[in-house]
């Protein structure tokens, strides 16, 4: 069992290596071998699946007498086996289906080397048993995330955006690292399955610092699942390959931020229901606020992009806005539900998005899409269904979730983030119908759209499976065995919940046949309102401000003053003091022959004086 | 007889005019003679002092004999510097010390 | 045996200067000193490894070499791999073999030296060995404005070696020791009143050395103009001499410390944020390397004052074991940076940041490694500054118990903006040098990607921040014994 673990860990890493060191000139067989690991991955964890055993091991990593010492281990229970699934799962279809999408690329083996080293670095955030191994995963897979969204590094665009996902991840990392420290001192632990007995043995430790600390870890969070203000990185991610787009910034990565808080949560109580108990108010509030708020921004600014993987980049910031506002109302469960639904239809949507834009000759725009469903008939399917799952509606995975945590805001009363996900929910069925509507129905717009064919079995296979999975992984059945955290559903037709969810889709389906069922140009393009939307409320402009403004003019203003005051007043002022001193002095060589004979008669007296009259 | 103090302003008197001449003079060869000039004085301050403090009623000859040693090491120095003074104006074709600077710095 | 790995490179340094063949005389000596190098890690108990010769009776200072304790064996460790490669790396000019390589050869002497010695003077001469080669090099051999860069060195170096010198001579006539020797100064004890005074001038004097704020003016230019080897032995090694004394001494003076905590937290925090906003502003690649490794000695400093705070080394089991690991492991990424981009240097003729571009399409290899090195500088874990980097601050955060964050646990806070700050300015001078589209002097006509021999230092520093990435323990295993036994028996009679 333990070798199973250390495999699904280590295969990844080792292909990386494999890939790096020798393989480079050979691209096809690098990408075989890469796809090869990812499978077996995914057979041995089906096994642990099948098996549902709970584990804990690992080895000393940091070992210093007087110090409790950091480990490297794994910690394997229901949440980590369902997290594992998803990764080792998407990732295989991803990984069969770049065999085809990236075909053509002329760095395959570096793009597959990437997925490697990406598919290690999550795997062991998931497995992770304490905080700082997980830091240092979470730190891996954001330099898995740079390498491949700067896999065409040649474009500045693509270069600028790497960058970018990079260091708004590090700030986030910044804050997560306080409160990994902050915790540490408060609870005296690292490890996950400690932390809950041994604040149980501090009982007076300080709420408000706990609840700090808590903030600060999800700081972390925030860089990682894009929640604002720290979301800017990932509409600019999509610069990287789709099959990417679909792996790291649709299901796994930036779900990272949301299965670190739901396995902080589940080790502070042994029962969630106490949650409410040790996590204080001013720190769940926050992050349900933040959840909401990013929820909402990413929804509106979702309704008027025209680049169908940006359009899918602003669903999955809203959706991780679910998500995390689940987590803020202390519901564990339904946040990592979603985000078990969510990963397979969210990764179906890029996917098909991909096999769209294969097909289109590597258009983005929506507006030069269009009549797809009669060309590509596979593809225009499963994307349905994996719209649908998206939009909530009922039978569909996603219609459970989102129902779990609409249902989690009504129970605890909170109405405005019930009214806000709400909103969000009609938000999400309008402009992904608008995306159907647009790309996959009515005439073709453009040339390239007349010759899109259908994709190889290679890139439908993946598309079939997700959308079965769209489909299926919400019931019992599948969802309640496989899902990280599961709470059974329970349906009633009268529930504010049921009630919302339904009329939102409706809502969102009627305005969204109305203005875009058979549209030829955006009707809302000039409406200044709309603009903002369009423009993502300024935010990327605002920052780039404040970046001038802030860093680079203080940097400019500090290295001034460094350059003038120490290094040229005090450092060269030094240097010119004893310059002077030196021409001062030298001004006593004179080359004068009566001028040193008068100094030297001065001398005899000075010494005559002091012998004679001073001893 | 004079006594002491009158030898002694004498010789103070001429070391002043032999120091001035050195600080003063331009031309070498002046100062070389100033320089004379004081060990000269400096020769009579001796010799008084030798004559007018008396040892068992005699004069203490130590001054008298340094004197010898003075007159012999001047004209050992006189010798040299003006060997000195020769190099010096072939080099540089003059003897006024104001224009022999090029040891400044 | 210690005493080989000293006279191999002065022997090797003289030779070269009378005449034997410059680049495999070096290369030879550097090599047989990895051996004992690399060997003595697992053996650096045994008796075989101390050398003892009393030089001077009245004042009491001896030739005293060995392994004092693990820091030691780490730090020669570090030596001899960067002496290894910065005998590889780096362009000597036409006809000038013999300095460039004697030069190296000495410098290299002058840290082992440092770090070999259990007596307190040679510690000191040693260091002071390594000045004047350092001096020569760039003034004559180094690039750009040389000859400032070198006269601000050499003199800003001196005198903090001055300082210095009047601290350890009153450390020793304070302790009332009979010898210089560590074993014998560590053992006596110095009245409170005066370590204050004592704390002070070695805080100035060391901090000189290390490039503390705000005493850092000397490294940025002198950095960049240096030849690689020399900014290599130099940021890498001889900068970790005063961090060494530091913690070597501490025990002495630890009252007279604790009274400069406040200063020394403020100072450090300079060193991280006012030196990292200099290093952002930066537009050349080697002053902005310069000035990075300026501060990431904040760091290894914010490991010094959680000691201080602790009181003692038992107090805070964590910060003598962080400020090594991240000694070494910053001695090998700077080494590692500052080899790759004379490399660069040499290849496209320019160090500027405005005129570099897209390098990696005709360079993948040196992308690559520039990139390893990028990452492990800025921290990133599976390398070894990360190791360093965690441990120090779990080290400023030792005995916070919840609560009120107390002064050294805020300044941990602010020493952690440094890795975002480290960030920017490494990514935004990757981006520029090695990614988007090439420009005339990066395109493939121009460059030719690294050869096979080239990759050999590269590989070897590359495969260290690695191994101690991976495994941290390799290097915490060696901190965990007990100082090295005494010295044998004198030889001479005092």
């Known amino acids: 069992m333990e070798s199973i673990l250390w495999l699904i860990l280590g295969l990844p890493l080792l292909t990386a290596a494999l890939i790096h060191l020798g393989l480079k000139r050979k691209q096809p067989i690098a990408a075989l071998v890469s796809t090869l690991s990812a499978a077996v991955g995914l057979i041995l964890t089906l096994l642990l699946v099948s098996k549902g055993e709970t584990l804990s091991l690992g080895f000393d990593w940091v070992n210093i007498a007087g110090f409790k010492g950091i480990q490297i281990g794994i910690e394997l229970d229901s949440l980590a086996r369902g997290m594992l699934l998803i990764v080792t799962g998407v990732g295989f279809l991803v990984h069969l289906f770049s065999l085809a999408y990236m075909k053509d690329d002329s760095a395959l083996a570096r793009y597959f080397c990437g997925l490697s080293l990406f598919m290690f670095s999550m795997i062991g955030i998931v497995l992770a048993s304490n905080f700082i191994m997980m830091f240092m995963f979470w730190e891996l897979v954001g330099l898995s995330s740079y390498l491949l969204i700067g896999h065409w590094y040649q474009k500045d665009t693509a270069a600028d955006a790497a960058k970018k996902a990079f260091l708004t991840n590090r700030i986030g990392d910044f804050g997560f690292m306080i409160g990994i420290l902050m915790l540490w001192g408060i609870a005296g632990t690292f490890t996950f399955s400690e932390l809950a007995s041994y604040l149980v043995a501090r009982p007076d430790h300080s709420v408000f610092f706990l609840g700090v600390a808590i903030l600060c870890i999800f700081a972390g969070a925030m860089g990682k699942s894009a929640q604002a203000p720290l979301h800017v990185w990932l509409p600019d991610a999509m610069e990287g390959p789709t099959p990417v787009s679909a792996l790291i910034h649709a299901a796994t990565m930036v779900a990272a931020g949301v299965f670190m808080m739901a396995r902080f949560f589940t080790s502070l109580t042994p029962d969630l229901a106490d949650l409410h108990l040790i996590v204080p108010e001013f720190s769940s509030q926050t992050i349900a606020w933040i959840g909401g708020i990013t929820s909402l921004l990413a929804a509106l600014m979702a309704t008027q992009q025209d680049d169908i993987k940006k359009i899918l980049a602003y669903s999955t910031l809203s959706q991780l806005g679910y998500m995390v506002m689940a987590v803020g109302l202390l519901d564990p469960e339904a946040g990592m539900f979603h985000l078990f639904t969510h990963a397979w239809f969210k990764a179906l949507l890029f996917l098909g998005s991909g096999a769209v834009i294969f097909s289109c000759h590597h258009e983005q725009n929506i507006w030069k899409m269009g009549g797809l469903k009669k060309t590509m008939p596979v593809t225009s399917l499963t994307f349905l269904l994996g719209t649908l799952a998206l939009c909530g509606v009922p039978f569909t995975s996603g219609f459970f979730s989102k129902e779990h945590i609409l249902e989690s805001a009504a129970h605890r009363g909170q109405w405005a983030l019930f009214g806000i996900a709400a909103l969000v929910a009609c938000l999400t069925t309008f402009y992904m119908l608008r995306l159907f509507f647009v790309a996959f129905l009515g005439d073709s717009r453009s040339e390239k759209a007349n010759h899109a064919k259908e994709v190889g079995p290679l890139m439908a296979l993946p598309l079939i499976a997700l959308a079965a999975m769209a489909l299926l992984s919400g019931y019992e059945f599948l969802g309640g065995k496989i899902s990280p955290l599961y709470k059974p559903f329970e349906f009633h037709p009268a529930a504010p919940a049921f009630i919302a969810s339904i009329s939102a889709v409706l809502i969102g389906a009627f305005l969204a046949y109305k203005l875009y069922g058979n549209a030829k140009e955006d009707p809302l393009a000039e409406k200044s309102l709309f603009k903002i939307f369009r423009n993502k409320f300024y935010i990327d402009e605002a920052y780039a401000k404040l970046i001038s403004y802030d860093q680079d003019s203080v940097a400019a203003f500090v290295h001034f003053f460094d350059e003038l005051i120490i290094n040229g007043l005090i450092v060269g002022g030094f240097t010119r003091a004893a310059d002077g001193f030196g021409r001062l002095f030298g001004r006593l060589q004179s080359g004068n022959l009566q001028g040193y004979a008068v100094l030297f008669g001065l001398g005899v007296l000075l010494v005559i004086y002091l012998t004679v009259f001073l001893s | 007889m004079a006594s002491l103090n009158e030898f002694l302003f004498v010789s103070g008197l001429v070391f002043a005019i032999g120091l001035a001449g050195v600080i003063l003079r331009r031309n070498i060869i002046v100062i070389f003679m100033c320089l004379e000039l004081m060990l000269a004085a400096a020769s009579l301050t001796l010799v008084a002092f030798s004559r007018f403090h008396l040892k068992d009623g005699l004069p203490d000859y130590n001054g008298q004999v340094f004197v010898f040693f003075i007159i012999t090491v001047a004209a050992a120095e006189v010798a040299v510097g003006l060997a000195i003074i020769v190099a010096l104006y072939r080099a540089r074709q003059t003897i006024n010390v104001e224009d022999l600077t090029s040891m400044r710095g | ?494």
């Open chain 3, 1 to 494: 045996m210690s005493i080989l790995l000293i006279l191999i490179p002065i022997a090797a340094a003289i030779a070269i200067l009378c005449g034997a063949k410059a680049k495999p005389t070096a290369l030879g000596a550097a090599a047989l000193n990895l051996i004992p190098g690399l060997g003595c890690v697992f053996c650096w108990k045994h008796e075989s490894w101390t050398f003892f010769w009393e030089v001077l009776s009245k004042p009491s200072i001896h030739l005293s070499l060995g392994f004092y304790d693990g820091m030691s064996v780490i730090m020669v460790l570090l030596s001899v791999i960067v002496l290894f490669t910065a005998v590889m790396s780096g362009k000597c000019p036409e006809g000038r073999e013999k300095l460039w390589y004697s030069s190296i050869l000495l410098i290299g002497a002058g840290a082992l030296g440092a770090f070999l010695s259990t007596d307190l003077f040679f510690f000191y001469a040693f260091h002071e060995l390594a000045l004047i080669p350092t001096f020569l090099m760039i003034g004559i051999l180094g690039s750009g404005e040389r000859k400032e860069a070198a006269w601000k060195i050499t003199i800003y170096l001196a005198l903090g070696s001055i300082v210095l010198l009047a601290g350890l001579i009153w450390l020793v006539s304070a302790s009332g020791s009979e010898t210089w020797l560590f074993k014998d100064l560590l053992a006596s004890s110095i009245d409170p009143g005066e370590q204050t005074g004592i704390a002070a001038l070695l805080i100035v004097g060391f901090g000189v050395l290390i490039s503390l704020f705000p005493f850092h003016s000397w490294a940025a230019p002198a950095y960049a103009a240096a030849p690689a080897p020399v900014a290599m032995l130099h940021a890498g090694v001889l900068k970790k001499f005063g961090l060494y004394g530091l913690f070597r001494l501490y025990p002495m003076v630890s009252s007279g410390m604790q009274d400069w905590l406040v200063w020394l937290i403020v100072l450090l925090l300079c060193n991280i944020l006012w030196v990292g906003f200099v290093t952002i502003n930066q537009k050349r690649l080697d002053t902005m390397l310069g000035n990075s490794s300026v501060m990431h000695m904040g760091y290894i400093f914010l490991a010094f004052a959680a000691l201080i705070h602790a009181g003692s080394f038992e107090a805070n089991p964590l910060a003598k074991p962080a400020a090594v690991v991240l000694m070494f492991a910053h001695g090998i990424s700077i080494a590692l940076l500052f080899m790759l981009t004379d490399t660069i240097r040499r290849k496209t003729g320019t160090v500027e940041l405005a005129e570099l571009g897209g390098l990696a399409k005709a360079a993948p290899r040196l992308a690559f490694l520039f990139g390893l090195a990028a990452m492990a500088s800025i921290g990133l874990p599976g390398l070894a500054n990360f190791s360093g980097e965690v441990l120090v601050f779990l080290s400023g955060f030792w005995g916070y118990e919840g609560g009120t964050l107390g002064c050294l646990q805020i300044a941990t806070i602010l020493a952690l903006w440094g890795v975002v700050i480290s960030a920017v300015y490494m990514l935004r001078a990757y981006r520029q040098t090695f990614q988007g589209p090439s420009v005339d002097h990066t395109n493939s006509e121009h460059v030719k990607d690294f050869g096979p021999f080239c990759q050999i230092p590269a590989a070897i520093l590359a495969i260290a921040l690695l191994v101690v990435g991976i495994y941290p323990n390799s290097l915490l295993n060696l901190l965990k014994e007990e100082p090295a036994a005494p010295a044998p028996t004198e030889q001479a009679s005092h």
